[in-house]
């Protein structure tokens, strides 16, 4: 009998392509996914360690697994538990010391080893702990890759040198790392070869990818995009995270020239304080990110713009926070994403003195997160009445409803008539509401091809 795992992911992007290709390793096998943990004979928590106390969530789920497993074993059945993600390199051994019922814990640049590692247990029955970064490449045993959808992930860089003092990716994903570009181009068209039209490299810094190409020079992410663009079949290109450092002159042309490039950019700027920024070690002020959004918006004058911002940092005034607010004005969000600032163990930021006060936080997060919906309305507002292309990517609610994404990564309902899945097509928007377009067709719209 085929046996079954659940696997839940926490967090970013990055923790549900990991999540995708633990699937399919386990696929390879035998155990067959499952979204239902009572059935199932192996549990996966690939946890997030970026905000908040994640390491106690983790440990709080882990007490309702325990309660399942203990269920399963009054039916005679046995359940193996892993820990994987963040959290799993981040705490490592003590998973196991306060929480005894986990069998394995699994970092992220192991994780391509966990068929190993289950057989290890399987025949040792003692709990697993790997959290090394081994020298091997991981991505070299993840070349299964299937395709959930016609828009797809593709990761092509991992891990950050930058140390932002409020951030633990540095330690939990490693150091800069960028794939081979002919990996990527193998991946990519095994991808497309499953239907994929839309791409989304990612990266936690993406725009930082240089690694040799094809012809022996050093390649930037505008140059592998300008490969990957020549791809038959391939219809739209992303990509993410960036940080304003690396936005180079030759990725901001590849914003006028790439056609397949989609006029949508996620940009963190964390702060609109020149005194936080630099607390931040964020190596740029708030005039540079001004400028360089200036010279992306010459290069693409309708690009969408997305963020992410931090209220709170230590050492945060009524007037570091105003600039950050005055920032957002400036600048015009489509998107964002704000957060509360979160001391995160090990991380220099938890160490500085003037924390804020939880009440100035909340405070703070709700009057930033009250303009960037306005912003975000009036964003999708502006769209009203105009044509682009949507890629579908999924059925909607209703019968006959189809969901795409616009070039701007808006989600787009609408009434599918002939259309399938997989299609790009010409729509009109008729409605625009905080987080969704609503359009039409447009006659013989089959026919769209490309970019906006
Ligand atoms: N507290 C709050 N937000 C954080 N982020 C990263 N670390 C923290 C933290 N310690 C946010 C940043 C980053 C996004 C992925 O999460 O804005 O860009
Ligand atoms: Fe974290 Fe800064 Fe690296 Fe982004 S650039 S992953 S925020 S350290």
């Known amino acids: 009998m085929t046996k079954k795992i659940f696997i839940k ?5 990055m923790n549900v392509y990991d999540a995708e290709r633990m699937a399919e390793l386990m696929d390879a096998e035998g155990y067959e996914q499952t979204e239902n943990m009572d059935e199932a004979d192996m549990v996966v928590l690939n946890t997030c360690h970026i905000r908040e106390k994640a390491a106690e969530k983790v440990y709080s789920e882990l007490g309702r697994v325990r309660l399942n497993k203990q269920k399963r074993e009054t039916k005679g059945k046995e359940t193996i538990i892993a820990v994987a993600g963040c959290v799993a390199q981040a705490e490592g051994q003590e998973i196991i010391k306060r929480a005894p019922i986990v069998d394995m814990v ?28 081994p020298e091997e490449d991981k991505f070299a045993k993840l070349t299964q890759l299937k395709a959930a959808s016609p828009s797809t992930f593709l990761t092509v860089q991992e ?79 992303r990509y993410t995270t960036s940080h304003p450092n690396d936005m180079q002159d030759d990725l901001i042309e590849a914003h006028r020239d790439n056609e397949l490039l989609m006029p949508y950019l996620h940009l963190p700027f964390q702060s609109g304080s020149d005194k936080i920024l630099k607390a931040m070690n964020r190596r740029h002020t708030r005039q540079e990110y001004i400028d360089l959004v200036d010279r992306i918006r010459q290069a693409r004058p309708d ?42 163990p090990g991380t220099p930021g938890a160490e500085m003195e003037d924390q804020i006060e939880e009440q100035v936080k909340k405070d703070r997060l709700s009057l930033l997160q009250k303009q960037l919906t306005k912003q975000q309305k009036t964003f999708n507002q502006s769209k009203i009445g105009q044509e682009m292309p949507v890629l579908l990517e999924k059925p909607g609610r209703h019968a006959g409803q189809l969901i795409g ?30 987080n969704s377009l609503q359009a039409v067709m447009k006659p013989s719209s089959l026919t769209a091809t490309t970019a906006a």
Request: charged share 20%; hydrophobic share 35%.
């Open 9 to 13: 992911s926490y967090g970013c992007q």
């Open 106 to 133: 699994i970092g992220p640049q192991s994780y391509q080893n966990l068929p190993a590692v289950l057989k290890e247990f399987q025949l040792s029955k003692k709990p697993i702990v790997e959290i090394e970064f």
């Open 159 to 237: 891990g950050c040198d930058k140390f932002c003092t409020f951030c633990v990716v540095p330690y939990t994903r490693g150091a800069e790392y960028s794939r081979p570009v002919e990996q990527i181009v193998t991946d990519a068209k095994k991808l497309i070869g499953q239907g994929v039209k839309e791409l989304t490299l990612l990266g936690q810094n993406v725009n930082a990818y240089h690694r040799q190409g094809l012809d022996g020079q050093d390649w930037s992410l505008a140059k592998l995009l300008d490969e990957l663009s020549k791809l038959s079949g391939l219809q739209r290109l």
């Open 303 to 344: 690009m969408a713009l997305s963020t992410d911002i931090i209220v709170g940092f230590p050492g945060e005034t009524d007037q570091d926070f105003e600039d950050t607010m005055n920032l957002v004005e400036t600048i015009g969000y489509a998107s964002a994403y704000s957060f509360k600032y979160s001391p995160r």
């Open 405 to 434: 994404r616009s070039p701007f990564l808006q989600a787009v309902h609408l009434d599918g008539q002939d259309a399938n899945i997989g299609d790009m097509v010409m729509v009109k928007v008729t409605e625009a509401t905080l």
